[in-house]
């Protein structure tokens, strides 16, 4: 995820995992690196301040896992970077990976526009760049450290962060147990699932209710305005063309952002691609003219 290894999300999504039957290696940035998107920066030195939550010391090594749990691993990185040191370093499994699971995020990422800025679904969009296949989860929850977790107490499992980890552990689960064989995607595709609020009080079945989704469709955008200083600041726009056009896809979905918005309990699941080229029926009339402005060009040259 990008809200680091010390999140309450990623935690809880780790030991459902694993009380779920699958085999986990968690890697995570080492701190809070929301909105890094797909950037990749790696660590230059060791820790220059304590990580998250205190989890680790200042000085302490760029790369470390949890003293009574090596399933628990943090690497000083933005997210995108999370899975190159997993595959090239740390290679779990003598390699053999079935599925990178990012997040679930404290926070939804709705809409293309968060597509590129989430640091959760950019360490997904990572991994599958690399041939592998994943689902970014993101979740209608806040900041919460870990610590605070009691995996022993009934109420706590009955708690939001809980519900979360066990809706995705079900979902990772069920999704398999559906598939006659793998991968558990087709290559250079993956999901994005976003949970709407979870918690028990505005959610009192506990279950997530999923449905397929599209990216596009009542997506927000940002437009800039002035706050009463006089200073930009972010605000909301939900345009009508731009990232709300169906180019790619079933344009008879409904938009992952308007059925999150329906109401508590909703999940929606949206299918994408790491290949960014525009469709060809699309594309046919700039593609006339580029060849066209070509040949001029090249004739000149």
Request: net charge neutral; aromatic share 8%; glycine share 10%.
């Amino acid at each position: 995820n990008d809200d680091s290894w010390a999140s309450a999300n990623i935690r809880a999504t780790y030991y459902a995992l694993r009380r779920a039957g699958h085999s986990v290696q968690m890697v995570a940035p080492a701190v809070q690196q929301s909105g890094k998107g797909g950037t990749i920066v790696l660590p230059t030195s060791n820790l220059t301040g304590p990580a998250a939550f205190n989890t680790a010391p200042a000085g302490a090594p760029y790369f470390g896992r949890n003293s009574s749990d090596s399933g628990l691993a943090y690497f000083n990185s933005t997210p995108a970077a999370t899975p190159f040191w997993a595959l090239d370093q740390v290679k779990p499994f003598g390699g053999k990976i079935d599925l990178f699971v990012s997040g679930p995020n404290e926070g939804t990422n709705l809409g293309p526009l968060l597509y590129t800025l989430s640091g959760t679904l950019g360490a997904a969009y990572a991994a599958v760049g690399r041939g592998y296949p994943a689902m970014a989860f993101s979740a209608s929850s806040t900041m919460r450290d870990y610590h605070t977790l009691d995996l022993s107490s009934t109420k706590d499992e009955s708690g939001e962060y809980m519900i979360i980890g066990t809706a995705t552990a079900n979902f990772v689960s069920t999704y398999a147990d559906a598939l006659d064989s793998k991968p558990l995607l087709p290559n250079g595709l993956a999901l994005s699932i976003n949970y709407a609020s979870l918690n028990s009080t505005a959610c009192p079945s506990l279950k997530a209710d999923f449905k397929r989704t599209r990216l596009t469709g009542g997506a927000e955008s940002d437009k800039l305005v002035l706050n009463s200083a006089g200073f930009p600041t972010y605000a909301a726009i939900v345009p009508k063309g731009g990232l709300n056009t169906c180019n790619v896809g079933d344009c008879s979905l409904q938009g992952e952002t308007e059925w999150v918005a329906s109401g508590a309990c909703k999940a929606s699941v949206s299918v994408f691609a790491v290949d960014y080229d525009s469709p060809s029926a699309k594309a046919k009339s700039p593609s006339k003219v580029i060849d066209a402005v070509a040949k001029k060009l090249n004739k000149k040259n």
